[in-house]
């Protein structure tokens, strides 16, 4: 039987891998850290989470927790992974990222049909190959992909939140709770009343960034991902109405809801490890530390991570790719991951997954999957791969352009559209409620009928 490459044993390779490896297909996954780094890994197991450590909402009227639906449906590996490595965060998925990795990795290891290789890929090799080498690609790889899909690179850049520990943080202050006490109360809050809050906002719009490097006109931020400095920029209150909200979360101490506050996600098993939630950031590391210690609670917080930003790479997939993933230009080569333009940790176990699958049907002589896009993930792999949604008529001349493919994750706009009467059409929950419905029957009588 036939072989194949799979390039990147991130959360995409690894779930690709482990697809072809449970149906007899033989796998060469190529890693090349820990002998090349990326400057955002800090280790060398498959799957390691970079930024966060939440896979987002488990709830299927979510777009996010449909997707892991899905995926579950659809028979995920990593998926199952994850929940068993889980830690408390109320209604999301949020795992302890450390045993995530290391099962992933040990789950490869222990894979008779999985050859884990450590060694840097510079060429797109011949036959059978799944690029999965995510949106750190190393320059020698990102040539190599440059000239075989003969267009530029498009990149955003995205950033890191900083991690404290559990034990320095001031409980006086800090007070445990999940928002509108959905699940158990398993994020640290930190509140801020109107005067603290301003002295913070003063610190970080004044605080000094790193400088970044190789910035084009194509450089942007992914909007889900922005640095907490820029949300900043957009106005004093920008903050209060998005990661720092404090709608729905009481201290019972004092019955009071405050200005805002600064939640803190569990980042580890033994939970002694906490993460700032949506706090990304590109600041210097000496302005991370007085910001941070700027927080009620944190004042003598110990940072042992600091946030940094890297720069992120993808292709242009609706040049590139068929909605199967499968490369226009050649028959045999599949794209996986944030690479594609997907943003996110459940996205890319999800076209992982789903590359898997479809290199594994072509092998075994079966049909590629092409999902409908009534369903989250049919109508995610549309989307990154159809030219349609890109283009723009102008107004002034009547001239065509396409415009570039933007970043996106799963969301109920790509989603096939659902009819409502009248009376429900502003119905947001009920809406949400009967596209998960539709989703999850359209997928179950898919596979019953493929």
Request: aromatic share 8%.
């Amino acid at each position: 039987m036939e072989e194949v490459t799979v390039i990147g044993a991130g959360l995409a390779g690894s779930e690709a891998a482990l697809q072809l490896a449970k149906r007899g297909i033989k796998v060469k996954l190529y890693e090349m850290r820990p002998d090349k780094t990326t400057g955002a890994h800090v280790t060398s197991d498959c799957a390691e989470f970079v930024c966060s450590n939440s896979l987002g909402s488990s709830d299927i009227t979510n777009a996010s927790g449909l997707l892991k639906k899905e995926m579950e449906i659809l028979g995920g590996e990593l998926i199952k992974i994850a929940y068993e490595n889980s830690v408390p965060a109320g209604n999301a998925l949020a795992i302890a990222r450390e045993d995530f990795s290391k099962a992933v990795t040990k789950r490869i290891e222990n894979e008779p049909n999985i050859e884990l290789i450590r060694e840097e890929i510079a060429q797109i090799p011949d036959g059978n190959v799944i690029i999965a080498s995510g949106p750190l690609t190393s320059d020698k790889f990102a040539e190599a992909i440059k000239e075989f899909t003969q267009s530029e690179h498009l990149h955003f850049f995205d950033a890191i939140a900083p991690i404290v520990e559990v034990d320095s943080i001031n409980f006086n202050k800090a007070f445990w709770a999940s928002r509108y006490d959905k699940g158990e109360a398993s994020y640290i809050n930190c509140p801020m009343n109107k005067e603290e809050y301003e002295n913070f906002y003063n610190i970080l719009i004044n605080a000094p960034r790193i400088e970044q490097h190789n910035v084009d006109k194509n450089s942007k931020y992914f909007e889900s991902c922005l640095p907490v400095e820029v949300l900043a920029s957009r106005g004093v209150d920008t903050l209060r109405f998005g990661p720092m909200k404090p709608v729905g979360l009481i201290d019972k101490r004092t019955g009071i809801e405050n200005y805002a506050v600064v939640q803190l996600r569990q980042d580890n098993s033994a939970k002694t490890l906490f993460n700032l939630v949506g706090f990304q950031t590109n600041l210097k590391w000496g302005a991370q530390k007085e910001l941070i210690h700027s927080i009620p609670g944190l004042e003598e917080a110990n940072i042992v991570r600091y946030g940094v930003m890297h720069r992120n790479t993808f292709i242009n997939s609706p040049q590139i790719l068929n909605p199967t993933l499968e490369t226009k230009k050649r028959k045999g080569l599949f794209f996986a991951g944030q690479i594609t333009g997907t943003e996110g940790y459940t996205e890319s176990i999800a076209t992982g997954m789903f590359a898997g699958i479809n290199m594994a049907n072509r092998i075994l002589g079966a049909e590629p999957l092409i999902l409908p896009k009534e369903t989250m993930l049919g109508a995610l792999t549309f989307y990154i791969t159809d030219i349609a949604h890109l283009k723009h008529v102008s107004s002034r001349d009547n001239s065509i352009r396409y415009l570039p493919l933007q970043p996106t994750n799963s969301n109920w706009a790509i989603v096939t559209p659902i009819e409502l009467a009248k009376k429900d059409r502003k119905n947001k929950k009920l809406k949400a409620e009967l596209l998960a419905k539709r989703s999850i029957e359209t997928l179950e009588d898919f596979i019953k009928k493929y």
